[in-house]
């Protein structure tokens, strides 16, 4: 089958690759970009652990044709740290213990950007409600609520 050729912005860069039509946006990222962080979970979009932002808006990428990503902008968890300083939502993670095995971490994580994009003060029903289409099957979710909600206390310099 013929590649298509696609350019796109991942992360903030200028990226192209070249994609199988039937190929996942996860799979483009994982295989022709290197960018391993999102993880196939499913494969169906029920677990949210290939979890990316595609032009602001959260996407399972398992869902998404690599060629959809034509002209885009796509965040993955990769670009969420600033050099070497960590986000304060991957720092309250660490803080709060919010991870165990993982592998779920980095869509919970881009997840959790999304809403606090959207809505920087959320009520610990909106934080459930947002992220309950990423799941976890260590944690019990309890921590990942409270770093979350942490976090975007500290983005709002709240005391």
């Given amino acids: 089958?013929?590649?298509i050729h696609v350019t796109a912005t991942v992360n903030g860069d200028p990226v192209e690759f070249l994609a199988d039509p039937r190929e996942t946006l996860l799979d483009c990222l994982r295989d022709h970009l290197g960018l391993t962080?999102?993880?196939e979970g499913c494969g169906t979009g029920d677990c949210g652990a290939?979890?990316?932002q595609m032009d602001g808006v959260l996407v399972c990428s398992c869902l998404v044709l690599g060629v959809e990503a034509e002209g885009?902008?796509?965040?993955?968890?990769?670009?969420?740290?600033?050099?070497?300083?960590?986000?304060?939502?991957?720092?309250k993670f660490i803080e709060h213990a919010a991870l165990q095995c993982g592998f779920c971490t980095p869509g919970i994580l881009v997840a959790a950007r999304a809403l606090l994009d959207q809505n920087p003060?959320?009520?610990?029903q909106e934080v459930?409600?947002?992220l309950a289409?990423?799941?976890?099957?260590?944690?019990?979710?309890d921590k990942i609520i409270r770093a979350v909600m942490d976090a975007a206390a500290e983005l709002r310099g709240a005391a």
């Fill in 1 to 3: 089958m013929t590649r």
């Fill in 133 to 141: 289409g990423n799941l976890c099957r260590c944690t019990g979710y």
């Fill in 72 to 91: 885009r902008s796509i965040d993955t968890i990769e670009g969420m740290a600033t050099g070497g300083d960590l986000h304060p939502l991957q720092r």
């Fill in 128 to 130: 459930r409600y947002w």
């Fill in 37 to 39: 962080g999102s993880k």
């Fill in 121 to 124: 003060d959320p009520t610990e």
């Fill in 50 to 52: 290939c979890s990316v």
